[in-house]
DNA sequence: CGGCGAGTTGAGAGCAATCAAACCTAGTGG
DNA sequence: CCACTAGGTTTGATTGCTCTCAACTCGCCG
């Protein structure tokens, strides 16, 4: 089921990583060869880290989507976060603790994975890492945040608006889309067990989404037909995804 | 508005926090000296940092009941998450960027506040307390998590539920419950924001937990006549909360 | 006494869930 | 080449949880 492999054409990975932007050549390399050290491809629908595991290492999406997500006792599901390719699962590289939720892939992934002491250690010799890394995770947090305030608040029009907005925004910041229209694998009930709705409600929502000219999904694949009108109706603020790299310097609110 | 003093009976207030517990002395008390540099005394419902600001410090709740909260731009609310005695609110001492959401006090509250570089100081003077600072942030991460669960898969009553036993393991947890009963000041318009529910709903709600026989709530005063029930009900899971001490060692999943 | 915040109650409306079935497409195997 | 299957999407009918709007109670305080 897992191959493991070295890409000589993926070089650079970290080119990719808008957090990385700017670190030097030299540092790029030695990032990319610990990425490199161990890479793993893994099906669609494939678990990655379960809930209960105590993971010796952090998970680099170099492709592909992956999830978070949580169960309830009774199998309610609610996924918690969607990984692309940049994107860094789980970067608790110092606190070793039990998983309270699990990790799985949506299409096949590839990812690298790099031992925690490893990537402690990187982090320690070049400073521009490890703030890239903290970097990282406070952007995961504050999406966690914005989740929690998506669901308890908008309605379920508002919710999917939301989270096109977002993963399109992220994508684009990744370098991952063509003009108007990204990949966009999530299926229907997937989109469901994002927002906290049922798949039925997502299909009829939509579809009233696609009347009123605002996307096109199919095949896999998004076009936003109005961003900025969808923005408006999702009330989506961007400024939580701290996508401007001199945000340090200047701030919009 | 506010008032600045030093409290000299709070000497080792470090005590009360579960996540400091393997310090030594001599370290506690450097923490106890950081920790009274700059007390401050902020009335109920008062703003402590909002949306957009750049605050050069962090805070450590010393008494009552603070909450972190986001607006969207046509007023909704959502109450993001609860601080009470001995949580750090926004632990991210390395990143300077602008707050995505504000903070505001329930109750009157008593907080230190810790400038960004002390701390950051500390915690590598002391290792111990780079680790604490990390854990806090790691827990509150796993509740951020846990609250999109609860709102996205939850009905009402489990919701409210699982707030119930969240806040009440987390009291226990810091030495601030009398038996099954607790100090609760949210009023149910709180509750509701929280919850992602209307606060007539959460009132029918409780009412309901009442006549089950499960809580009770008057004058501010929680009391759990059945807990076991109560986290049954909830699907509550205190995993998360990652209150056991040893959890490092061993695991119940 | 008046006003205010918080909690309670009632009636009605609506958003989203549930249940069920049909459709569509791509991949499989005979 | 075509049934057959499975996963995903679509549609219809119905139910119900939660919201909305509104009024009323209670305790507290100036």
Chains 1, 2 share one sequence.
């Not at 793993?40 to 998970?59: A, F, K, N, S, W």
């Amino acid at each position: 089921m897992t191959a493991y492999c070295s890409f000589g054409n993926r070089s650079h990975l970290s080119l990719h990583l808008p957090a990385f932007a700017n670190l030097t050549e030299a540092d790029r390399e030695i990032l990319d060869t610990v990425l490199n050290r161990r890479v793993r491809v893994l099906p669609p629908r494939h678990d990655i880290i379960r809930e209960g595991d105590r993971p010796g290492h952090v998970c680099f999406i170099l492709d592909g989507w992956a999830q978070r997500y949580k169960q309830l006792a009774d199998g309610r599901r609610q996924i918690l976060s969607f990984f692309v390719a940049g994107d860094l699962c789980d970067a608790n590289v110092f606190i070793p603790c039990a998983m309270d939720h699990s990790l799985s892939t949506i299409t096949q992934v590839q990812l690298a994975e790099v031992a925690k002491p490893d990537l402690r250690e990187l982090a320690e010799a070049i400073p521009r890492v490890g703030e890239a890394l903290r970097r990282t995770e406070q952007v995961a947090i504050a999406i966690q945040r914005e989740w929690t305030t998506s669901i308890g608040q908008r309605t379920a029009y508002e919710r999917i608006a939301h989270l096109f907005c977002e993963m399109f925004m992220r994508l684009r910041d990744g370098g991952a889309t063509q003009g108007d229209t990204c990949d966009f694998p999530l299926t229907q009930s997937d989109i469901a067990d994002a927002t906290g709705l049922t798949q039925v409600h997502v299909n009829r929502t939509i579809q009233e989404m696609r009347r009123d000219g605002l996307i096109e999904l199919r095949n896999r694949q998004l076009t936003m037909h109005d961003l900025d009108r969808l923005m408006a109706v999702a009330l989506f603020n961007p400024h939580y995804l701290h996508l401007d790299p001199a945000e340090s310097q200047h701030q919009p609110v």
